[in-house]
């Protein structure tokens, strides 16, 4: 869906908008891996879990929702590794969430670099099953990672809406702006073209790509896929598999 997500509610909003947490009902946990244009040297692969805390109020859990997310990108002469943990709480139709990364830079020969990023997110349902507008601002605090040109961590806000026209279609459309580099648009759709398959498709406007995909869906464990075309890059590789736990 053209990594339109920040509206998205499930085990992976640890990472795309951590308010998104709120609204899960069972422990889930997910991996994945990416590889950008075919080069081994631009693989990225994570985990993420995601628990509620307390007994459920209503369909809401009573304290909230925490989320731990581990991930890894590059190779031995360059990789970033992230450990982020969030908790987010859901009242009413409103949903907020906060997160802190710790990150590690490492160049093979020159060492490595740490730095401790903050971040928060919300959604909104502004019609019930509808409508649901979602933020997420990532390193508010804009964490410093070297000296040399006071290189820092970028800060990113995103900001987007979703919407249901049908229980079988989603409309997804969002900005992402680095605050050093010109905003982003992206958007998708998804169908649900049976009850356990759903296909996908999107565009991220700056970085002209198209994608496509399709999740499956049997009983707790769902597996979704997505490609992504660049014009001169090529190909690029989604796959993320999860499992959702029994309640206590």
Known sequence: ???????????????NNVAGLSQLTRPEVGVYAENRFLISSLNTVGLAVASPLGRLTGEEPRYGVVGLELQRFGDKLY?????????????????????ADVLQV?????????????SVGAQAELIP??????????NLNQAHLAEYEDERVPTVLKAGLSYRPTEKV????????????????RAG???????ALALRVGVLGVSEQVTGGAGFHAGRFRIDYA???????????????????EAK
């Open 1 to 15: 869906m053209g990594n339109a997500a920040v509206t998205l509610s499930d085990v992976w909003a640890v990472g």
């Open 129 to 138: 099953r509808k409508l649901v507008f979602g933020a997420y601002l990532y």
């Open 106 to 118: 490492a160049i093979e020969g020159l060492g490595s670099r740490r730095a401790v990023a903050a």
């Open 189 to 195: 759709i998804e169908y649900q073209a049976l009850e």
């Open 170 to 185: 989603m409309l997804n459309a969002e900005v992402e702006k680095d605050v050093d580099h010109a905003a982003d648009f």
């Open 79 to 99: 990789n970033e590794q992230r450990v982020g943990l969030g908790y987010a709480y859901r009242t009413g139709v409103m949903s907020v969430g906060v997160r």
């Open 227 to 245: 490609g992504a075309w660049h014009s001169s890059l090529g190909l690029s590789q989604h796959i993320s598999a999860g499992f959702r736990l």
